[in-house]
Nanobody
Framework: QVQMVESGGGLVQPGGSLRLSCAAS????????MGWYRQAPGKQRELVAV???????NYADSVKGRFTISKDNAENTVALQMNSLKPEDTAVYFC?????????WGQGTQVTVSS
């Protein structure tokens, strides 16, 4: 059974940092691309960052230079380090695992950037 569990969300002031983590079980990290998406109220879900099975990364223009995605294949975890947070980063953040065989989502974790 596949489980995707996110953690690390919360309330932070503008300019602050948060680290999100996603623990995935029941999938093969070696063939899976892992990503973080976010959805703000009234907006569509959007890609934030993705790391493929080979370790290559891609970021949304809005977070380049501020966010870093990383993964630990041994622990089956993927993390999103978020620095210099802005109010417009406020959203529910979702972990995603995708391969040619499956597409799984976590339940989401709320990130609120506010003074």
């Amino acid at each position: 059974q596949v489980q995707m569990v996110e953690s690390g969300g919360g309330l932070v002031q503008p300019g602050g940092s948060l680290r999100l983590s996603c623990a995935a079980s029941g999938i093969r990290f070696s063939i899976t691309a892992m990503g973080w998406y976010r959805q703000a109220p009234g907006k569509q879900r959007e890609l934030v960052a993705v790391i493929n099975s080979g370790g290559s990364t891609n970021y949304a223009d809005s977070v380049k230079g501020r966010f870093t995605i990383s993964k630990d294949n041994a622990e089956n975890t993927v993390a999103l380090q978020m620095n210099s947070l802005k109010p417009e980063d406020t959203a529910v953040y979702f972990c995603n695992a995708i391969s040619r065989y499956y597409n799984y989502w976590g339940q989401g974790t709320q990130v609120t950037v506010s003074s």
